[in-house]
Structure formats: structure tokens, C-alpha cells
């Protein structure tokens, strides 16, 4: 995957979730990239209590290139969920993205926070 030329020299700016409602449209720019996380990083312990062998290294993030129905773009960090979801409905080459829609849902995390979600729409 290529860095979205869109945002090449002004920077990056992330979609936030209360710039959007449950019931959105997105239209998707670029086909996205694999990056590394500035906020998450790996545990020093497994779930088992085992010493992580990726301990304080940045977790690897989904981002991807957006518009917004306002015309406005942003970047957006797309969770599993969403990812596994657009995936096995058009594919896992996200070159075949590129100008697909999708719908925004907002829904609780299990850690009490709030996500987005996304459901694309089919042509």
C-alpha cells in the first residue's frame, strides 16, 4: 500500500466521533495504509501473564482516507470490526474501496467508550 496522497503535505486530520452520527455516509478516498500506533502500544504481559514479545512496541493501525457527506476529508482509523466486516463484503483489497460508501454506526466499547462502526453500502 502507497501513502494517501491527500493528505501528502497538510498533515493528517482524523475523523472524531463527534463529527459524526449513527446513520452517516463516508465515502472512501485512498486505499488506506498500515501504520504504527503514536497512542497503543503492546502490553508488557500476555492475557496468560507470560512476558509480551512485542512488550512497548506501537500496535499497528488501520488508517484510510475519507469523505465526509459536508465535502470535508479526514483520516480515519478503522477498528476490526469495520475492517473484517467491509472485507468479506467487497473484498480485502482495499484498492477496491477507493469511492465505495459506507454507513456509520456509533456503539458502546466494551471498555465504556464509544466506537465507529461501518457497514459499506452496496452498489
Same mark, same amino acid.
Given at each position: 500500500?502507497?501513502?494517501?496522497?491527500?493528505?501528502?503535505?497538510?498533515?493528517?486530520?482524523?475523523?472524531?466521533?463527534?463529527?459524526?452520527?449513527?446513520?452517516?455516509? #463516508?465515502?472512501?478516498?485512498?486505499? *488506506?495504509?498500515?501504520?504504527?500506533?503514536?497512542?497503543?502500544?503492546?502490553?508488557?504481559?500476555?492475557?496468560?501473564?507470560?512476558?509480551?514479545?512485542?512488550? *512497548?512496541?506501537?500496535?499497528?493501525?488501520?488508517?484510510?482516507?475519507?469523505?465526509?457527506?459536508?465535502?470535508?476529508?479526514?483520516?480515519?482509523? #478503522?477498528?476490526?470490526?469495520?475492517?473484517?466486516?467491509?472485507?468479506?463484503? #467487497?473484498?480485502?483489497?482495499?484498492?477496491?474501496?477507493?469511492?465505495?460508501?459506507?454507513?456509520?454506526? #456509533?456503539?458502546?466499547?466494551?471498555?465504556?467508550?464509544?466506537?465507529?462502526?461501518?457497514?459499506?453500502?452496496?452498489?
Amino acid at each position: 500500500m502507497t501513502k494517501p496522497s491527500c493528505f501528502a503535505n497538510s498533515g493528517k486530520k482524523y475523523l472524531k466521533i463527534d463529527e459524526v452520527k449513527t446513520g452517516d455516509l #463516508i465515502k472512501f478516498i485512498d486505499e *488506506g495504509e498500515e501504520v504504527e500506533s503514536t497512542k497503543y502500544f503492546y502490553p508488557e504481559v500476555t492475557l496468560t501473564g507470560a512476558p509480551h514479545p512485542l512488550a *512497548g512496541k506501537p500496535r499497528k493501525q488501520f488508517e484510510i482516507g475519507i469523505t465526509l457527506a459536508n465535502g470535508e476529508k479526514r483520516t480515519l482509523t #478503522i477498528n476490526k470490526t469495520s475492517y473484517t466486516a467491509i472485507g468479506d463484503k #467487497i473484498g480485502y483489497d482495499t484498492k477496491d474501496w477507493i469511492n465505495k460508501i459506507a454507513t456509520v454506526s #456509533i456503539a458502546p466499547t466494551p471498555n465504556g467508550k464509544k466506537a465507529i462502526y461501518l457497514s459499506i453500502i452496496e452498489d
